[in-house]
């Protein structure tokens, strides 16, 4: 399961070394949440309405029933409860709040309606969503607030997000015809392909463990959204993993997976809840999936964005910046990094950062020492990050005893 999310700074004139120190210093905390909303990701938990007596069906033919299932074709409400046990951002201004959460909740492009500002919420909270599809090149998505809606449109080689609460909207072009390099950048900026939307995403992700360390039995029947549904249940046999387990509904007759529930090992509600409330297998409507700015809309094109480079808070950032190498295997692995450019990291007490960011990054902050040395542990409820003096970042759905393990074997 992997991490997706980016943190930036927008002081255009901090000089460059200083600058790298203090990106780094905010990435690491912002890729915790990122990574544990791309291991999490997008849908609720509906009361059952009696379990229905269903053909008995083993582990085996039931993730049989999920790969073979072929549906491209549905819509439906979704419902999705994230709980990372993260420290609220409320308090953080200045400097710190459009470090950590740009003003007016802009994305990198300046945007309210950038995606990459917009998902983060999803990392929090309870939300509302509408979500359609039809087939690869067609896919609909909607968060919907008490006043405002807020939509990622995707229809063919176009994607078009709006902000209706600002009347702003984003929009961006996908690869085609070989310029794949072109518009890499801009396609996973516009979130059209990568991040989980559905409990069907996030129940692929989940049953990539390795079989060897993994339990997975079914646990009896259920009803979700008026469907009738099997129980996938999925556990670590490890110890030492923060995931307690996985459940994952599926819709007995279609083998969609219709809800994702997973359960921290520490205890407690679950950290995603996340499925649909209502789903149609229908073919939607071509309309969904049209758009065109209302009059008067501020648009913002991917093309035009000219924000600074700065590191992005993904594992993929770090390792295009010094490599990476997986530490133990299955619910176990940790992911060691290194920091971009091999940027110094400031200490606690280096005074780089303005007290309100400094004070975010401490309830996050775990001290941790051994063989590597010393550094900083940032823990959520599901993924946690050990950062070292030297540059390393460790990561992992781990407990701090395993990332200090990792550190202290990859000395």
């Keep these: 399961m992997a991490p997706n999310d980016s943190a930036q700074i927008t002081e255009e004139d901090r000089e460059p070394r200083a600058g790298r120190r ?44 999920i790969a073979a299932s072929d549906t491209e074709q549905l819509s439906g409400s979704v419902k999705i409860s994230t709980d990372l046990g993260l420290p609220s951002l409320g308090g953080l201004g200045g400097a710190a709040g459009s470090a950590l959460t740009p003003k007016g909740g802009a994305g990198a492009s300046g945007s309210t309606a950038d995606p990459n500002a917009k998902l983060m919420e999803l990392t929090s909270g309870t939300h509302t969503l509408r979500v359609a599809a039809d087939g690869p090149d067609k896919q609909r998505l909607s968060i919907q607030d008490d006043a405002a809606e807020y939509s990622l449109i995707r229809n063919g080689d176009e994607v078009w997000a709006y902000d209706s609460a600002s009347n702003e909207a984003y929009h961006a072009a996908s690869p085609k015809n070989g310029e794949k390099g072109k518009h890499e950048r801009t396609e996973k900026g516009a979130g059209a392909k990568g991040a989980p939307a559905t409990p069907q995403d996030f129940a692929r992700e989940a049953l990539k463990a390795s079989a060897d360390t993994t339990s997975v039995t079914v646990d009896g029947t259920s009803r979700i959204a008026g469907r009738d549904a099997y129980q996938l249940l999925i556990k670590p046999k490890q110890t030492g993993s923060t995931v307690g387990s996985i459940k994952i509904a599926v819709d007995a007759e279609t083998g969609t997976p219709l809800k994702f529930t997973l359960t921290p090992s520490s205890g407690g509600k679950a950290v995603v809840d996340i499925g649909f409330t209502k789903v149609d297998f229908a073919k939607p409507a071509a309309s969904a999936f049209d758009f065109t700015p209302p009059k008067g809309t ?17 594992t993929g950032a770090f390792a295009e910046s010094g490599g990476q190498k997986v530490i133990g295997k299955g619910w176990n692995a940790v992911y060691e990094l290194t920091t971009p450019d091999g940027a110094d990291v400031p200490s606690a007490t280096s005074g780089d950062l303005p007290a309100e960011a400094q004070s975010f990054l401490d309830a996050l902050g775990d001290k941790a020492t051994g063989k590597f040395g010393s550094g900083t542990v940032y823990k959520t409820r599901l993924v946690n990050a050990l950062l070292t003096d030297d540059g390393k970042v460790y990561v992992g759905a781990v407990t701090k005893d395993v990332l200090v393990k990792a550190a202290n074997e990859a000395k």
């Design 22 to 65: 203090l990106a780094a210093r905010y990435a690491v905390p912002a890729a915790v949440a990122g990574v544990a909303a791309a291991t999490i990701g997008l849908v609720p938990a509906l009361a059952a309405t009696g379990d229905p007596e269903l053909p008995k069906i083993s582990a085996e033919e039931l993730i049989e029933k």
């Design 298 to 314: 501020k648009v913002t094109r991917a093309e035009d964005n000219k924000a600074p480079e700065i590191p992005k808070a993904d």
